[in-house]
C-alpha cells in the first residue's frame, strides 16, 4: 500500500482528475489480493473488481468503503465458462443478498471472454428482467 500511494496513486488522481466531468465513470480494481480499500475514495462513480475471488473484498464490503456504486459479483472465469447457468444464478442471488441490490451493476469481475457461453449471459439477464418486473 505505501509503494502504491507513492508511485501509482499521483498518476490515478490525475487521470480522475481530467476525467471529473464526465456524467459516468468506473475505476476498475484489477486482479486478487487488490487494493480496494487504497483507492475506495478515488473520484469514481462506480468501482468494479473481482469481487467473487477470496483474496478481495465482497460486495457487501465494497459498498462499505466506496461512497458510489459496485461492480461485480460474478466470476468471468469459473461461473462464465467452467460451470453452468445454475452457477451463474447462484452468484447474482449471492450479489443480491451482500447488496440488497442496491448500489449495484451486476457485472463480472474482468472482461467477459469471448469463449463465454452466450446462454450463460442470457439466463443472468432473464433472471434480472423477471427480477425487475412487478409482482401482482
Not at 487521470?15 to 484489477?30: D, K
Not at 443480491?96 to 441490490?101: D, E, S, Y
Request: proline content about 7%; overall charge negative; hydrophobic content about 40%.
Amino acid at each position: 500500500p505505501e509503494e502504491y500511494a507513492r508511485y501509482a496513486r499521483p498518476y490515478d488522481l490525475a487521470v480522475l482528475s481530467e476525467a471529473q466531468g464526465a456524467p459516468f465513470n468506473v475505476v476498475h480494481v484489477c486482479r486478487g489480493n487488490n487494493m480496494l480499500q487504497e483507492v475506495a475514495d478515488y473520484p469514481a462513480h462506480v468501482f468494479s473488481w473481482a469481487s467473487t475471488d477470496p483474496t478481495n473484498p465482497d460486495l457487501n464490503q465494497g459498498l462499505e468503503w466506496v461512497s458510489g456504486a459496485v461492480a461485480g459479483g460474478i466470476d468471468q472465469a469459473q461461473a462464465l465458462l467452467d460451470s453452468t447457468s445454475e452457477t451463474v444464478l447462484e452468484q447474482l442471488q449471492a450479489g443480491f443478498q451482500q447488496t440488497g441490490g442496491r448500489r449495484w451493476i451486476v457485472a463480472p469481475g474482468c472482461s467477459i471472454l469471448p469463449e463465454t457461453p452466450g446462454e450463460y449471459l442470457t439466463a443472468l439477464r432473464t433472471a434480472l428482467v423477471d427480477k425487475a418486473q412487478p409482482t401482482s
